[in-house]
């Protein structure tokens, strides 16, 4: 037997791999394997009759389908020039001017509106929808009712939101202001109680959207609404009648029966938007209709103080119309937009809230100074 030692040790090494025998004559020589290739796009000098092997990518990233295309270099220096230019980053520009048209308005009247002599009936109303008409109608009655004054709400709008504002279910509603209207029933034979002392509403229901063209051949349709109003008169101290988005006969009625009109402009692009037809159908009214009929005032709603454009528009409101603009400015909350939901007022959904402090400083102003008519 053989010990175990360096002879041993080196007849185990593995044996050197025998020299490649030459290639036969006429046969085509094999290339060694190359390296792996870098994953760069080749370069455009190398001719078209040697062609570069196809690169491998990870096998995250490995399509055979897919070759690698080289850049453009504009297109890789897109991306650096749009970085840094210096306009990307800069905020948009506030536009140059102002924001609302009042050139197509009439001449504003001047001063502020005389105090209220009670009972006062004051009409809501403004052509164009959504800036808070039936808001202001439901909020501002309330928080009148609550510093004393017996309040009636005249719903004309047929949506009868004010109505439903208030508590109304228009489905047990069994006479209506479309009854006052077309069946001559006496108005307080319609009037409901709300849970708010001193607060009342004579509801509107759908119905009341065909008396637009029942109206027509009625006689004095302009007037039924005053004449209706006129017998109540004495029972309230004010009259708060909420006129629908329009300018039909349902707000020619409440026009006509009224002693004032407030406007709610809302703080945004579109808010003198329908103010001059609605500035036009009043001179109308005024002149053959109601001559006592008076704008008492102008509230802006709907303030959002994170805009600069609520801003611009407060002032622009306010350089127009003068003191004719409520120092009041109603905001946009969450709670005023969940209060209808309820069937309540802001005064007792929230009577915390912004909403509610905004409508009863509102009903202070509107009703500072206020007399009652002697007898």
Request: net charge negative; with cysteine.
């Amino acid at each position: 037997m053989l010990k175990k030692g360096r002879g041993s040790r080196r007849a185990q090494r593995p044996s050197p791999e025998p020299a490649p025998s030459p290639p036969a004559a006429g046969s085509v020589p094999e290339e060694p394997d190359a390296p792996p290739p870098v994953l760069t796009a080749p370069p455009a000098s190398v001719p078209a009759s040697a062609p570069a092997a196809a690169p491998t990518r990870p096998a995250a990233e490995a399509s055979p389908e897919e070759p690698i295309v080289e850049a453009d270099p504009e297109d890789a220096e897109a991306p650096a020039e749009a970085v840094a230019s210096p306009t990307s980053d800069r905020e948009p520009e506030e536009p140059v001017g102002p924001v609302l048209e009042t050139a197509k308005l009439p001449d504003a009247p001047e001063g502020p509106a005389p105090p209220m002599v009670l009972p006062r009936v004051v009409a809501i109303a403004n052509q164009k929808g959504g800036v808070g008409k039936t808001t202001t109608t439901v909020n501002l009655g309330a928080a009148l009712a609550e510093l004393g004054f017996r309040v009636l709400i005249v719903d004309l709008d047929p949506q009868g939101n004010a109505s439903s504002g208030l508590g109304i279910v228009s489905r047990d509603v069994e006479r209506s202001v479309y009854d006052v209207l077309l069946a001559d029933v006496p108005l307080e034979d319609v009037v409901e109680s709300t849970s708010l002392k001193n607060l009342f509403v004579a509801p509107a229901t759908i119905d009341l959207a065909g008396a637009e063209i029942e109206l027509v051949p009625a006689m004095s349709r302009e007037m039924r609404l005053r004449r209706a109003i006129d017998a109540v008169r004495p029972d309230y101290d004010l009259v708060i009648i909420d006129c629908p988005p329009s300018l039909g006969l349902l707000t020619v009625n409440g026009l006509a029966a009224a002693d004032d009109v407030i406007v709610p402009v809302q703080c945004e692009y579109y808010a003198l938007e329908g103010v001059a037809a609605l500035w036009r159908n009043i001179g109308l009214i005024q002149t053959n209709l109601n001559p006592g009929l008076d704008l008492r005032g102008i509230v802006l709603t709907m303030y959002d103080a994170r805009t600069k454009l609520a801003d611009r528009v407060i002032a622009e409101v306010r350089d127009y119309f003068g003191e004719k603009v409520y120092e009041t400015v109603i905001p946009r909350t969450v709670r005023l937009s969940e209060a209808p939901s309820h069937g309540q007022s802001i005064i007792t959904f929230d009577s915390t809230s912004r909403g509610a402090q905004a409508y009863r400083d509102l009903a202070k102003e509107v009703s500072r100074g206020a007399t009652r008519q002697p007898g």
